[in-house]
């Protein structure tokens, strides 16, 4: 974890593979990022709650949520 600039804590992980419901399993890069687009009700957001589920948190409970 860091501090930015304005005082936020910053936190850098990786997440090593993603297996989806259907079978499809994803191997993000190592280096880069990942980005999950497309239209709405599409399921970018149960996706993300779901990553949520596996992550642990180094003070507990959960990260905030704007």
Known sequence: MHTTA????????AISEIMFNG????????NGMT???????SGKSALLQELDQHLA????GAASRR
């Open 57 to 60: 948190y180094p003070y507990g």
């Open 35 to 41: 980005l999950f687009i497309g239209p709405n009700n």
């Open 23 to 30: 079978g499809l399993k994803l191997e993000p890069p190592q």
């Open 6 to 13: 304005g005082g936020h804590v910053g936190v850098t992980f």
